[in-house]
């Protein structure tokens, strides 16, 4: 419903030119409204979610990956640039930007200033994270209370912000940006601008695109994000002239517990048992080496491995040995003291998986069990194998998690500079209309994912883009 | 909700946290729920007593209404310290005057009221009642016998102590001494109502130090006002110096100072409590927080007034009005909001002997 108060600060955003209109408010958004308005600009944020859900996958995060050459804070050690390089060039195999790439890096040592400055507050590591001490600044309760330090920052500082308006359609006249069309309930409204910021996200939750990408198969993918970031503004960027870069079925994808919400179950839906048992799936069948990988890397392949399976569905197995060696996840596990009622429960062939076990358990040979390092407990004759953390699964009970693939976000994206221009078809960049966030993440992560660069990429790029954004509608 | 629904709603909203973790460094709350993959019923009363209801944790999550998780951690948490409060109190049949503690206070102060008038007026001629008295030691006795206020006010302390007592520890018994100091600084200097660093966000969403001010207020307050108290048996007993004590002596500095500390701090957390956000609040306990809050209030003004005017027709009244207020406050000392002090301290000391353990085995990525 539009409350007065909406209606009225709505009147007033129609009648006037803009300098900086941004569109979404999440992360990236946030941080280009910023910027444009300490730059003296008059700023507009549009937000498609209303207030309880504004800030798009962004109020799902909990930490931004900082370079730094010495402990800081809440960062121990050191994180150099180089090091931070050569993680990123590994996990997209060189599909990246190394200039772009670079520049979001080095920006990332001074970001945390800037973000406290505007009431941004951080902690160490999280429980169960100290592998990630060193390389990433975790928020004071999470993403969402960096938005709403965000949010109280900008509105302090002038920024008006709008929710309930999906942004439907772009305006050019020749390269120049001159308004957008914004939906609310069936009514559509024209509002006008000097410069156009977009930051609306990738367009994960939209079931359609998935589907056009991945096929049939997309309709058993979950969203791990919000449900608004459905890619309409990327889609007519594109239309409008912009160059796109990236796969459409790229992106990052995990294996969550399959009991989860479609939209927005958000961190507590992962499932981190794999390594510590096997996984099966529908057919009760092992298809892939649990135990190849720690968990960032595993992490992000599962998800993909799911996704690969029939009815993209898998189911991972673990005894009583691995109970509480990995983050308790939301849903309590199915239980049972046979492997068979097991089955039962989680609709797979009792004898199929008893099977499978058996084999399994055949073929593990006894090492040092030890989950902090690749150990040498490991099948042999096994196809698939697992080459480490391989144990017996023998001591009752039995759990069992099932397991869909959930998106995060996509990185089909337009292509910018390092002034966060967008750039056209025709090779330059269009005058006046910039991106960051999600929306060019692409620029950067081709493929693969390093924890926390997506903060970093929109904090980086926010700033930037509301920056230039003000300079060129003065 | 019946006990048993409210103790599954706060154990899956836990689960929910301990899959999250975001809030680790708002309170003690969530350090101390990272400690277990399971939640008792006794873990879910021990973490609602950590919780002090900032409401931090709620404006952050991601997961709170209109999301179907539908998670409101602070007013959870703050449902089932109301159970705690009847579960554990002592003698058990009055962890009854829980369920209606604003009537239940109030009652406490009627019954008080008549009790002092009804005593006085048995004890001497009611014309005494209403005299002038000059302000010389011994003139608060000429309107009441000394024996009979010390006697029931003997009676009503050792009573209280012991219930307190009685109930504290059948929520946690700890003897040791490191754990307890940790507990008892932490709930000295009300470290959590720090938020972290700048505040928390009480009452709306902006981090403030209001209420730990008006809480000092309040506390420090009500210590003050019980050492005078002491001071005063002291110089009665140990130096047979008779009340009402000159100005500038110990108990009336101790008293004065104590006792704006108890109209402040009241009246400022009855002011937070108003603007305080009431998607937070357990509102079934609004009668208890401000029935609590009024008490120390009045006892405080009634004293103030009794010290201003202890020379004039009034003494007589005022000293009634004020006997009363403090009967009735000790009275519902162990059956009121006071109680969450007490089990606050205790779960306090009770996280500070759980982080001596070895971290436990509850996982990592
Ligand atoms: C569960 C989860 C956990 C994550 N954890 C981390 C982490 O810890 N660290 C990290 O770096 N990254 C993390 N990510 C990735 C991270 O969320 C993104 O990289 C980052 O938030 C992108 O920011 P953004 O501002 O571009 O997009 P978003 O934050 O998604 O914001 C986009 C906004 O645009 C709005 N919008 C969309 N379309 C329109 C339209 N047409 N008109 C108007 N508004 C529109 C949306 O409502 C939304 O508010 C996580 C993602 C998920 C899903
Ligand atoms: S209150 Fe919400 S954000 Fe905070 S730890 Fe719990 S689930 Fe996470
Ligand atoms: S309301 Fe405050 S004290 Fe209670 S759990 Fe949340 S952050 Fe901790």
Same mark, same amino acid.
């Given at each position: 419903?539009?409350?007065?108060r909406?209606?009225?600060?709505?009147?007033?955003?129609?009648?006037?030119?803009?300098?900086?209109?941004?569109?979404? @408010? &999440?992360n990236?958004? !946030?941080?280009? #409204?910023i910027?444009a308005?300490?730059? +003296?600009?008059? %700023?507009? /944020?549009?937000?498609?979610?209303p207030?309880?859900?504004?800030?798009?996958?962004?109020?799902?995060t909990?930490?931004?990956?900082?370079m730094?050459?010495?402990?800081?804070?809440?960062?121990?050690?050191a994180?150099?640039?180089?090091?931070?390089?050569?993680?990123?060039?590994?996990?997209?195999?060189?599909?990246?930007?190394?200039?772009?790439?670079?520049?979001?890096?080095?920006?990332?040592?001074?970001?945390?200033?800037?973000?406290?400055a505007?009431?941004?507050?951080?902690?160490?590591?999280?429980g169960?994270?100290?592998?990630?001490?060193?390389?990433?600044?975790?928020?004071? @309760? &999470?993403?969402?209370? !960096?938005?709403? #330090?965000?949010?109280?920052?900008?509105? +302090?500082?002038? %920024?008006? /912000?709008?929710y309930?308006?999906?942004?439907?359609?772009?305006?050019?006249?020749?390269?120049?940006?001159?308004?957008?069309?914004?939906?609310?309930?069936?009514?559509?409204?024209?509002?006008?601008?000097?410069?156009?910021v977009?930051?609306?996200?990738?367009?994960?939750?939209?079931?359609?695109?998935?589907?056009?990408?991945?096929?049939?198969?997309?309709?058993?993918?979950?969203?791990?994000?919000?449900?608004?970031?459905?890619?309409?503004?990327?889609?007519?960027?594109?239309?409008?002239?912009?160059?796109?870069?990236?796969?459409?079925?790229?992106?990052?994808?995990?294996?969550?517990?399959?009991?989860?919400?479609?939209?927005?179950?958000?961190?507590v839906?992962?499932?981190?048992a794999?390594s510590?048992?096997i996984v099966?799936?529908?057919?009760?069948?092992?298809?892939?080496?649990?135990?190849?990988?720690f968990?960032?890397?595993?992490?992000?392949?599962?998800g993909?491995?799911?996704?690969?399976?029939?009815?993209?569905?898998?189911?991972?197995?673990?005894?009583a040995?691995?109970?509480?060696?990995?983050?308790?996840?939301?849903?309590?596990?199915?239980?049972?003291?046979?492997?068979?009622?097991?089955?039962?429960?989680?609709?797979?062939?009792?004898?199929?998986?008893?099977s499978?076990?058996?084999?399994?358990?055949?073929?593990?040979r006894?090492g040092t069990?030890?989950?902090?390092?690749l150990?040498?407990?490991?099948?042999?004759?096994?196809?698939?194998?697992?080459?480490?953390?391989?144990?017996?699964?023998?001591?009752?009970?039995?759990?069992?998690?099932?397991?869909r693939?959930?998106?995060?976000?996509?990185?089909?994206?337009?292509?910018?500079?390092?002034?966060?221009?967008?750039r056209?078809?025709?090779?330059?960049?269009?005058?006046?209309?910039?991106?960051?966030?999600?929306?060019?993440?692409?620029?950067?992560?081709?493929?693969?994912?390093?924890?926390?660069?997506?903060?970093?990429?929109?904090?980086?790029?926010?700033?930037?883009?509301?920056?230039?954004?003000?300079?060129?509608a003065? | 909700?019946?006990?048993?629904?409210?103790?599954?709603?706060?154990?899956?909203?836990?689960r929910?946290?301990?899959?999250?973790?975001?809030?680790e460094?708002?309170?003690?709350?969530f350090?101390?729920?990272?400690?277990?993959?399971?939640?008792?019923?006794?873990?879910?009363?021990?973490?609602?007593?950590l919780?002090?209801n900032?409401?931090?944790?709620?404006?952050a999550?991601?997961?709170?209404?209109?999301h179907?998780?539908?998670?409101?951690?602070?007013?959870?948490?703050?449902?089932?310290?109301?159970?705690?409060?009847?579960?554990?109190?002592?003698?058990?049949?009055?962890?009854?005057?829980?369920?209606?503690n604003?009537?239940a206070?109030?009652?406490v102060?009627?019954?008080?009221?008549?009790?002092?008038?009804?005593?006085m007026?048995?004890?001497?001629?009611?014309?005494?009642?209403?005299?002038?008295?000059?302000?010389?030691?011994?003139?608060?006795?000429?309107?009441?016998?000394?024996?009979?206020?010390?006697?029931?006010?003997?009676?009503?302390f050792?009573f209280?102590?012991?219930a307190?007592?009685?109930?504290?520890?059948r929520?946690?018994?700890?003897?040791?001494f490191?754990?307890?100091?940790?507990?008892?600084?932490?709930?000295?200097?009300?470290?959590?109502?720090?938020?972290g660093?700048?505040?928390?966000?009480?009452?709306?969403?902006?981090?403030?130090?209001a209420?730990?001010?008006?809480?000092?207020?309040?506390?420090?307050?009500?210590?003050?006002?019980?050492?005078?108290?002491?001071?005063?048996?002291?110089?009665?007993?140990?130096?047979?110096?008779?009340?009402?004590?000159?100005?500038l002596?110990?108990?009336?500095?101790?008293?004065?100072?104590g006792?704006?500390?108890?109209?402040?701090g009241?009246?400022?957390?009855?002011?937070?409590?108003?603007?305080?956000?009431?998607?937070?609040?357990?509102?079934?306990?609004?009668g208890?927080?401000?029935?609590f809050?009024?008490?120390?209030?009045?006892?405080?003004?009634?004293?103030?007034?009794?010290?201003?005017f202890?020379?004039?027709?009034?003494?007589?009244?005022?000293?009634?009005?004020?006997?009363?207020?403090?009967?009735?406050?000790f009275?519902?000392?162990?059956?009121?909001?006071?109680?969450?002090?007490?089990?606050?301290?205790?779960?306090?000391?009770?996280?500070h002997a759980?982080?001596?353990?070895?971290?436990?085995?509850?996982?990592?990525?």
């Open positions: 419903m539009l409350t007065s909406y209606k009225e600060a709505f009147i007033s955003a129609r009648e006037k030119t803009w300098d900086v209109l941004v569109l979404g @408010g &999440g990236a958004g !946030l941080c280009a #409204a910027s308005r300490r730059a +003296g600009a008059s %700023v507009l /944020v549009v937000e498609s979610a207030k309880d859900f504004r800030g798009g996958n962004s109020r799902h909990r930490n931004l990956r900082c730094h050459d010495a402990p800081q804070d809440v960062l121990t050690g994180y150099p640039e180089e090091e931070f390089w050569q993680d990123l060039l590994k996990v997209t195999g060189g599909r990246t930007d190394e200039r772009l790439a670079r520049m979001v890096i080095r920006s990332s040592a001074s970001c945390r200033d800037w973000m406290r505007h009431g941004v507050r951080f902690q160490p590591s999280l169960g994270t100290l592998h990630l001490s060193r390389t990433n600044a975790f928020f004071l @309760g &999470g993403g969402k209370a !960096l938005l709403n #330090a965000y949010y109280r920052a900008a509105e +302090g500082l002038g %920024v008006e /912000v709008l309930e308006r999906e942004a439907v359609g772009l305006e050019f006249e020749q390269d120049r940006f001159v308004a957008v069309t914004v939906k609310h309930l069936d009514r559509q409204d024209t509002l006008r601008a000097r410069a156009l977009v930051a609306s996200g990738g367009f994960e939750s939209n079931l359609e695109w998935l589907r056009e990408a991945w096929g049939p198969t997309a309709d058993n993918f979950l969203i791990r994000g919000t449900p608004y970031n459905k890619g309409r503004m990327l889609r007519a960027l594109i239309d409008a002239g912009a160059q796109s870069i990236g796969d459409p079925t790229q992106g990052h994808c995990v294996a969550i517990d399959a009991r989860s919400p479609k939209f927005d179950g958000g961190i839906t992962r499932v981190d794999v510590l048992g099966v799936n529908r057919d009760a069948k092992r298809f892939y080496d649990e135990g190849e990988e968990w960032p890397k595993r992490y992000a392949i599962w993909r491995l799911v996704a690969g399976q029939p009815g993209q569905i898998a189911h991972a197995i673990v005894d040995k691995a109970m509480g060696r990995f983050i308790p996840p939301v849903y309590p596990p199915l239980q049972a003291m046979t492997i068979a009622e097991l089955a039962a429960k989680s609709s797979l062939d009792p004898e199929q998986l008893e499978t076990i058996a084999t399994f358990n055949a073929a593990v006894e069990f030890d989950h902090t390092v150990d040498d407990c490991a099948t042999e004759g096994l196809t698939p194998p697992k080459t480490h953390w391989a144990r017996k699964i023998d001591t009752p009970p039995y759990f069992a998690y099932p397991l693939p959930g998106i995060t976000f996509t990185y089909l994206s337009v292509v910018v500079d390092e002034r966060a221009r967008v056209m078809r025709g090779g330059d960049p269009a005058k006046n209309v910039f991106a960051a966030g999600e929306v060019m993440a692409g620029n950067i992560l081709g493929q693969g994912y390093v924890g926390g660069f997506g903060m970093t990429i929109g904090t980086v790029f926010g700033r930037i883009a509301g920056h230039e954004a003000a300079r060129v003065r | 909700m019946s006990l048993d629904e409210l103790i599954q709603e706060a154990q899956r909203q836990l929910i946290c301990n899959a999250c973790r975001y809030c460094g708002f309170c003690a709350v350090p101390a729920l990272e400690r277990r993959l399971e939640f008792t019923e006794d873990d879910v009363h021990y973490l609602a007593n919780c002090h900032c409401g931090s944790c709620y404006y999550c991601q997961y709170a209404p209109p179907e998780f539908n998670l409101n951690f602070p007013r959870t948490l703050a449902r089932v310290r109301a159970q705690t409060y009847r579960r554990y109190a002592w003698p058990a049949f009055l962890g009854r005057l829980y369920e209606r604003g009537a206070v109030a009652a102060m009627a019954a008080c009221f008549l009790g002092v008038l009804l005593a007026a048995l004890a001497i001629e009611p014309w005494r009642l209403f005299g002038a008295h000059p302000d010389i030691a011994g003139s608060f006795y000429a309107v009441l016998r000394h024996g009979a206020m010390a006697g029931v006010f003997g009676l009503v050792v209280v102590v012991a307190m007592a009685a109930s504290a520890s929520f946690f018994v700890s003897t040791d490191d754990s307890l100091k940790g507990g008892l600084a932490d709930s000295l200097t009300l470290k959590y109502l720090g938020g660093g700048e505040g928390c966000t009480y009452p709306q969403d902006e981090a403030s130090g209420r730990r001010v008006f809480h000092h207020f309040t506390f420090y307050g009500f210590l003050l006002c019980f050492a005078a108290t002491c001071v005063g048996t002291l110089y009665h007993y140990g130096f047979g110096w008779k009340a009402p004590y000159p100005f002596s110990l108990p009336v500095i101790l008293g004065t100072l006792g704006v500390g108890l109209l402040l009241p009246a400022g957390l009855a002011w937070l409590k108003r603007k305080a956000d009431a998607s937070l609040k357990d509102e079934a306990q609004r208890m927080d401000d029935g809050l009024l008490l120390l209030f009045l006892t405080s003004l009634t004293g103030l007034l009794l010290l201003a202890r020379e004039t027709h009034a003494m007589g009244v005022l000293l009634a009005v004020h006997l009363a207020m403090v009967l009735a406050l009275l519902t000392l162990p059956y009121g909001k006071f109680m969450h002090g007490l089990y606050r301290l205790a779960a306090l000391a009770r996280f759980e982080r001596k353990l070895p971290p436990p085995r509850v996982g990592s990525e």
